[in-house]
């Protein structure tokens, strides 16, 4: 009997170990996964994810019947590494055969070392951090600071190309003559973004009088740094953090009669749907994103009213790199022959090797290409919000 059972116990470890390495025969179709914050303090960013890959995997299974039909699933990690990895594995037991990556940072890097170790493809919509990819040289020492994770690419800007590139902004458009920042210094996210900008700045030479920083435990009262940017004279504040954080500073800071004109990055995205927070305090706010939901072209459009229809409101960035996600994946896939029946590892080696080579045009970029370190080349917007709503700057 004990040998009858042991004998059992292995067919069924042995069929388990197959689904989990092989491809996907149950469905039928391409299993995608994606994990961010749906949850939480964090969880617009995570639902407009997710939203915005529903679309698109529901515009590609209505468009092309006969074609590759994906599945889609999310889990929610609640913007915490721990339960990132457990949402991943997750996943994995699912069957999941790409992963669109979590959603945030901290949770990106983690789950990217799972992915690469597993020979998962990985494409994250916003987790933007140099360390999710690993192998990106570092623009303040010249060296790589973490080996490159071979699978893994990003659909966003990563964070040096974000604060530099608000840096030049700034400069190019003469935007502001004495300039305070404050960054969240326990974040990778906010911090990687404040050090390229620091770079680029000096490179500039921008005039920084005031940098003040805050961490996760003290992100409710911004008096100190608030008043050192108002002592130093300054007329632009740049805000290199999530949005929640920053709706404090604009209230606090109007609040002590401090204005000066200020600058976000594409975590800002967002700020006019946070519950409870006075709009009229983002008037003129500006800040760096791939994507304006009140764009004129026709994929625009189309996008903007099915989130609409489907979700109540209008969608942020995160949703249009999640939906571009899914039709780079989608187009990547096809031109290579994939099929719902391949293993993820398989699946994984045409992908990368396509990803490298092709040029993608999506809502957050045309002629987008993708460089052998995972980076996405795109070109940011300038956006100020105006009478609650956002408005192109160029």
């Given at each position: 009997?004990?040998?009858?059972?042991?004998?059992?116990?292995?067919?069924?470890?042995?069929?388990?170990?197959?689904?989990?390495?092989?491809?996907?025969?149950?469905?039928?179709?391409?299993?995608?996964?994606?994990?961010?914050?749906?949850?939480?303090?964090?969880?617009?960013?995570?639902?407009?994810?997710?939203?915005?890959?529903?679309?698109?995997?529901?515009?590609?299974?209505?468009?092309?019947?006969?074609?590759?039909?994906?599945?889609?699933?999310?889990?929610?990690?609640?913007?915490?590494?721990?339960?990132?990895?457990?949402?991943?594995?997750?996943?994995?037991?699912?069957?999941?055969?790409?992963?669109?990556?979590?959603?945030?940072?901290?949770p990106g890097v983690a789950t990217s070392v799972e992915a690469n170790a597993d020979h998962m493809f990985y494409l994250t919509p916003s987790a933007s951090s140099t360390d999710v990819l690993?192998?990106?040289?570092?623009?303040?020492?010249?060296?790589?600071?973490?080996?490159?994770?071979?699978?893994?690419?990003?659909?966003?800007?990563?964070?040096?190309?974000?604060?530099?590139?608000?840096?030049?902004?700034?400069?190019?458009q003469k935007l502001g003559d004495k300039i305070a920042v404050i960054y969240k210094n326990d974040d990778v996210y906010s911090t990687g973004v404040f050090n390229s900008f620091d770079a680029?700045?000096?490179?500039?030479?921008?005039?920084?009088?005031?940098?003040?920083?805050?961490?996760?435990?003290?992100?409710?009262?911004?008096?100190?740094?608030?008043?050192?940017?108002?002592?130093?004279?300054?007329?632009?504040?740049?805000?290199?953090?999530?949005?929640?954080?920053?709706?404090?500073?604009?209230?606090?800071?109007?609040?002590?009669?401090?204005?000066?004109?200020?600058?976000?990055?594409?975590?800002?995205?967002?700020?006019?749907?946070?519950?409870?927070?006075?709009?009229?305090?983002?008037?003129?706010?500006?800040?760096?994103?791939?994507?304006?939901?009140?764009?004129?072209?026709?994929?625009?459009?189309?996008?903007?009213?099915?989130?609409?229809?489907?979700?109540?409101?209008?969608?942020?960035?995160?949703?249009?790199?999640?939906?571009?996600?899914?039709?780079?994946?989608?187009?990547?896939?096809?031109?290579?022959?994939?099929?719902?029946?391949?293993?993820?590892?398989?699946?994984?080696?045409?992908?990368?090797?396509?990803?490298?080579?092709?040029?993608?045009?999506?809502?957050?970029?045309?002629?987008?290409?993708?460089?052998?370190?995972?980076?996405?080349?795109?070109?940011?917007?300038?956006?100020?919000?105006?009478?609650?709503?956002?408005?192109?700057?160029?």
């Open positions: 009997m004990k040998k009858f059972l042991a004998l059992t116990m292995a067919a069924v470890m042995s069929v388990s170990l197959l689904a989990g390495c092989g491809g996907n025969k149950d469905s039928g179709k391409l299993k995608i996964g994606g994990a961010g914050p749906l949850t939480g303090g964090a969880a617009i960013y995570g639902n407009a994810a997710k939203n915005g890959a529903t679309i698109a995997a529901e515009e590609i299974n209505a468009a092309n019947p006969n074609g590759l039909q994906i599945e889609l699933r999310y889990e929610d990690d609640t913007h915490d590494p721990e339960k990132s990895v457990n949402a991943y594995n997750t996943l994995k037991g699912w069957g999941m055969q790409v992963f669109l990556g979590s959603v945030t940072s901290a690993g192998g990106v040289v570092n623009p303040l020492t010249g060296t790589v600071d973490v080996e490159r994770k071979d699978t893994i690419f990003q659909m966003c800007f990563v964070d040096p190309n974000q604060g530099s590139a608000s840096a030049q902004y700034i400069f190019d680029k700045a000096k490179e500039l030479g921008l005039n920084v009088v005031s940098v003040t920083t805050f961490t996760e435990d003290t992100q409710t009262d911004f008096s100190v740094q608030i008043n050192d940017a108002k002592a130093a004279g300054a007329d632009l504040l740049f805000l290199p953090m999530y949005y929640q954080p920053a709706s404090l500073i604009l209230a606090q800071s109007a609040a002590a009669g401090f204005a000066p004109k200020y600058f976000g990055i594409d975590g800002m995205d967002g700020i006019l749907t946070l519950e409870g927070f006075d709009t009229s305090l983002a008037e003129g706010v500006m800040l760096l994103t791939p994507f304006n939901a009140d764009s004129e072209d026709a994929a625009t459009k189309s996008f903007v009213e099915k989130y609409q229809a489907a979700y109540g409101d209008a969608p942020n960035q995160f949703a249009a790199d999640a939906y571009d996600c899914v039709y780079a994946i989608y187009q990547a896939a096809t031109k290579t022959g994939v099929t719902a029946d391949m293993s993820a590892s398989d699946i994984c080696d045409k992908l990368v090797a396509e990803f490298t080579s092709m040029t993608f045009n999506g809502l957050t970029g045309e002629g987008m290409t993708w460089a052998a370190d995972g980076t996405v080349t795109k070109s940011p917007k300038g956006m100020v919000i105006k009478d609650g709503a956002y408005v192109g700057m160029d």
